[in-house]
């Protein structure tokens, strides 16, 4: 409730008591002056109660509230002799006649303003935020106030994603953009814009506005050649770093190739990961990524860098290639290879909470992967303000293995896994112009196969599997195939301040999963288990829709209500099982947004929705099915019916001028279930899961806070984020229903910029604090703090000197532990010929061990890894 009273208090502090004061702005010829800002503020001070930037007709109109009787109000631009009056705090409209200036310009300095913002576009320059030690404009964004950068490359503007990555304005990688970003030299870039509220489809920008933001790139010139070479080679053990990446663009052509390979823990295959989609409120496309029925037991992902952990031998090439022809139309390439060998080596304790005591298990592991995979996609599109078109054809190949020997409380395990996937998907989106209106027609279809096996030795649950008779190994085969396809029609109209978006369409999916068991002993030949331990299922899920998307856009306020009616049926069976079943739904999901610009800095924003949720194939099947050596499931019970009502609360706030950017993010979501899940804990952690129909409620919710400040004249950067999750659910644990709560929240603090004109640092701090309650029995809460220093020196124009120092402290339920690492690098740059000489001393107080603790509904896993030893790396590195 107190997130509630905040918000409002908040809200009502900026709604109430506002005046508005609009003008406009000539020169002396009486004709309209554009790009003129105007600002308002206290008199005889410097602060800036708010501002507004004139359009092409000279117009402006600046939202404030202030208690003062009287304010002072400025207009400037550039070439333009600065006016300012006093005016009485009202609404009013206040004109200015401006008188143009000669600027006589005597040994002068001109610093460019760090950020500048023109309509809905903020441009950030290179110049005022890059480092000397900045080699790709992926360094300098990590560092841009209101943007930030996950651990996969995910760039984010004010919390949300960005829909579009564009290099001048073309989008050559199709959402892959980290391949840019870690290869293009900052050298080549002027500018990084930030396009506000943007549609990435032409035709439909006065028709559907988007609250999403993209990224464009300034390249310096219009034809650019560029690129990064590099080439390392080190020492314990034998290591490589390779990395050949040129680059063209061009007013018709783009062009990135990439061939890289290192055995260093760079995880270079995340340069390739799709990182944004076309629709984020309506997605059109079904998931078309692969689903592992069977894998061994990871280590789980940690939280720290790859490069302490990750023992890798990766291979990377990569073709993208973009092509405008006749008649606006545009066409890409994009061909992708991988070839990753990973080695794990840790060991984990799970602490399972139960309603009765507590079960832990030790496990010491040691796995293998071999990654594989093809991605192939061909795209013909045309874009603009006539009309849309874009077909895409993709092909997706995988050939994963995995092995892992593991000891469980010291008896030993040996694991095989297999998951060969195959995707071929077709994706055509047409829009036209009919009259005033813009149809619509979109078609997607896909098609996927995936047989996948598991080995393990020697043979688990023999209680169940085999009358409590060990046995050496048992073999679990899956088989899954399927078929997509979803069509629709739909046109979007204006009237007056209204734009209607009526849609009609359907979709249809067909699955089907076979899967069995086979168990091997000495001396005797394969016995497959019986019908209760296979499965031969078929799945059928058809949904037709009517919906209608209705947006109100006027002055400051923007209204979306989406009124979809789904018509969902499903056909699922098992033959041999003798088990069927069918659903129909009739369903009404509405969706209701709200947002208010209060002035140009502040922005509010709400919704409200209602979403019914129906069951996927991985989520019902009639068999048994061994998930891993120690995990049995059946998911024998209705098909899942639940629905749920959403809230989110969104307060926004930024301002180039002072260049303070930060956002407040509360969302709750309450959940009609219609079953209730459950697990039976073995004493050695063998799991077996089920479900079963039992009405019950589930509860979570959520609060993110960032806020961040550019200090211009430092050229430092400070920001502070927040998160907290908690969830509330009930559960079936070894045969008891309990209550199952979970509390997550992590703190944040980032501190960037100079020291000296020889120096700078970047510090970061981060603490995780994760705390379980079964059955209202609570376990002890742990923790991980986290500590980043990195210190940069330049005793010349050419010479960096880098020490990169981490403190990590663990308070985990069952231990404590602290861990330190530095490393050391010195590069020498030859600046004519654009020539980097660098060498890497990594993990210089060789640590060998470092822990980390993740968390699901009842189980707390503290996970020990071995780390990347000792090692020494020379490379030599060109730009292009």
């Known amino acids: 409730m107190r ?58 109109a600046i939202t404030y509230k202030s208690a003062a009787d009287l304010l002072e109000i400025s207009a400037f631009g550039f070439g ?19 008188s143009e200036q000669n600027i ?64 001048e304005g073309l989008d050559l990688l199709s959402g892959r953009y980290n391949l840019a970003n870690e290869n293009l030299p900052v050298d080549a870039v002027t500018h990084v814009e930030v396009l506000e509220n943007h549609q990435p489809i032409r035709v439909l920008d006065s028709l559907v506005f988007s609250e999403n933001a993209a990224l464009n790139i300034r390249l310096k010139n219009k034809v650019t050649a560029t690129g990064t070479a590099r080439l390392g080679a080190g020492v314990a053990p034998a290591l490589w770093d390779a990395n050949v990446t040129p680059m063209v663009f061009g007013k018709s052509q783009q062009l990135i190739a990439s061939y890289q390979s290192n055995n260093l823990g760079n995880n270079v295959a995340k340069q390739i990961k799709v990182l944004t989609i076309d629709d984020v409120l309506n997605p059109f496309e079904n998931d078309d990524s692969k689903k592992n029925w069977v894998r061994i037991v990871p280590l789980a992902t940690p939280s720290f860098s790859d490069t302490r952990w990750l023992d890798n031998q990766i291979h990377l090439g990569s073709l993208n290639f973009l092509q405008k022809l006749p008649k606006g139309y545009e066409l890409k390439a994009n061909l992708s290879y991988l070839h990753d060998n990973q080695r794990q080596i840790g060991g984990t304790r799970t602490i399972n909470y139960t309603p009765q005591d507590t079960i832990t298990f030790d496990e010491t592991k040691r796995n293998n992967y071999l990654f594989e995979a093809i991605d192939a996609s061909l795209i013909l599109e045309k874009n603009d303000k006539g009309g849309y078109l874009k077909n895409q054809l993709s092909f997706k190949g995988q050939w994963d293995k995995e092995t892992g020997l593991l000891q469980l409380n010291n008896s030993p395990i040996s694991q095989q896994a297999t998951s060969p996937y195959f995707s071929l998907t077709n994706s055509l989106k047409d829009i036209f112009k009919f009259k005033n209106r813009a149809i619509t027609f979109q078609s997607f279809i896909n098609f996927q196969h ?19 008779m060990a046995f050496d190994l048992l073999r679990q085969t899956t088989t899954t195939r399927s078929f997509f396809t979803h069509n629709k029609v739909s046109f979007n109209q204006n009237i007056g301040k209204f734009s209607l978006a009526p849609q009609i369409g359907f979709q249809v999916e067909k699955q089907s999963l076979g899967s069995q068991m086979q168990r091997f002993s000495a001396n005797e030949l394969p016995t497959t288990i019986g019908n209760d331990y296979a499965n031969q299922l078929e799945w059928l899920k058809v949904n037709a829709y009517l919906k209608l998307q209705t947006q109100y856009q006027k002055d400051k306020w923007r209204l979306t209500l989406n009124t979809p009616v789904n018509h969902y049926f499903f056909r699922v069976g098992d033959e041999p099982l003798k088990q069927q079943q ?45 998930k891993n050596y120690r995990t049995l499931e059946r998911r024998n019970a209705p098909l899942l019916d639940n629905v749920s009502w959403g809230t989110s609360f969104n307060i926004r706030y930024r301002n180039p001028l002072t260049s303070v950017f930060g956002y407040a993010i509360y969302t709750t979501r309450t959940t009609n279930n219609n079953l209730i899940y459950g697990t039976r804990i073995a004493a050695q952690g063998a799991s077996e899961g089920f479900a079963l129909p039992t009405f019950n409620k589930s509860y979570t919710q959520s609060v993110i806070l960032q806020v961040g400040k550019f200090f211009s004249a430092l050229k430092t950067q400070v920001s502070l984020d927040y998160q907290s999750t908690f969830s509330e659910q009930q559960q079936i644990i070894n045969g008891t229903t309990v209550p199952v709560k979970n509390q997550n929240n992590s703190f944040g603090v980032k501190v960037n910029g100079k020291i000296a004109k020889w120096a700078d640092f970047d510090y970061k701090f981060k603490r995780f604090g994760f705390e379980n309650q079964v059955n209202n029995r609570e376990s002890r809460p742990a923790s991980q703090q986290i500590h980043e220093l990195n210190l940069s020196f330049y005793p010349s124009k050419s010479t960096f000197v880098g020490l990169k120092n981490e403190y990590y402290t663990n308070n985990f339920t069952s231990s404590r532990s602290q861990n330190i690492f530095s490393d050391f690098m010195i590069r020498y740059t030859f600046r004519k010929h654009k020539i980097d000489i660098e060498t890497n001393w990594n993990n210089i107080w060789n640590t060998s061990q470092l822990s980390f603790i993740s968390a699901n509904a009842f189980s707390v896993i503290e996970s020990n890894y071995q780390l990347r030893p000792v090692q020494v790396v020379q490379k030599i590195r060109f730009s292009f």
């Open 104 to 167: 006589a310009l005597k040994e002068v300095i001109v610093k460019e303003k760090p950020i500048t913002r023109n309509g809905d576009t903020l441009s950030y320059a290179v110049s005022a935020f890059k480092n000397q030690s900045d080699r790709s404009i992926g360094d300098l964004i990590k560092r841009l106030p209101g943007l930030e950068v996950d651990a996969n490359g995910r760039i984010s503007y004010q919390g949300k994603p960005i829909n579009k990555y564009y290099i």
């Open 80 to 98: 333009y002799a600065k006016q300012q009056k006093s005016i009485q705090n009202k609404t009013q409209d206040v004109g200015f006649v401006l």
């Open 450 to 468: 995936s047989p996948q096996s598991l080995r393990v030795v020697p043979g688990p649950f023999a209680g169940l599997l085999n009358n409590k």
């Open 582 to 626: 069918n659903l129909n739904r009739l369903t009404f999901e509405p969706k209701f947004n709200v947002r208010y610009d209060l002035n140009p800095f502040w922005a509010l924003s709400s919704s409200i929705d209602k979403k019914n949720t129906f069951g996927e194939i991985e989520n019902l099947f009639y068999g048994y099915l061994l």
């Open 3 to 60: 997130y509630w009273s905040v918000f409002f208090l908040l809200a009502s502090n900026y709604v109430f008591s506002q005046s508005i004061i609009t003008g406009k702005i000539t020169d002396r010829q009486r004709a309209a002056v554009s790009n003129i800002n105007v600002t308002l503020h206290l008199p005889n001070t410097s602060a800036i109660l708010a501002f507004g930037i004139t359009d092409k007709q000279g117009n402006y």
